[in-house]
């Protein structure tokens, strides 16, 4: 699926890729204006994230890859410096794995190599507050304007990605 995407600027490509429940144009935003001046800024929205409209996210981040791949050929553009942060870090490594010949530079945040010896309990501290999201009518709201598809899924996800 071709990603729905915010490009500005010129020159050689940048993307961006934003953290889960963000969208391209919400993440990123002062290195996006930063760079734009010199680069041609790429902001995908991620598969079922702001418009990039989709229910399917069983192979989330093989998906996701392959829907990068695919908005790039579209925009014609070969070879990228690629940025990821959390949700959009794991992307950014998946697509890395599998197109490495389109990576001019790599740079992701939000993420650890390993997982830490408490990992457990952060999850459960993580899918609380997740759920909690989920119970705000004001969250929802804020959520549900800025998502085309369900922003729910990915809430019910990451309960059991241990």
Known sequence: MKLHTNVTGGGKSIVFLHTGLKTGLLDFEFQRDYFSK???????????????????????????????????????????????????ALVAIKFTQLFPDRISSLVIS????????????????????QTDLLT????GSYFDQIHASDWRQFIHFGKDEI
């Open 110 to 129: 939000g993420i650890t190599p390993i997982k830490p010896d408490n990992w457990l309990e952060m999850h459960e501290e993580d899918v609380k507050r």
């Open 38 to 88: 010199s680069y041609q800024v790429v902001s995908p929205d991620l598969r079922g994230h702001g418009q990039s409209i989709t229910d399917n996210i069983k192979n989330f981040f093989e998906d996701s890859a392959k829907d990068l791949l695919e908005t790039l050929d579209h925009l014609k553009i070969s070879a990228i410096h690629l940025v990821g942060c959390s949700l959009g």
């Open 136 to 139: 705000s009518k004001e969250i």
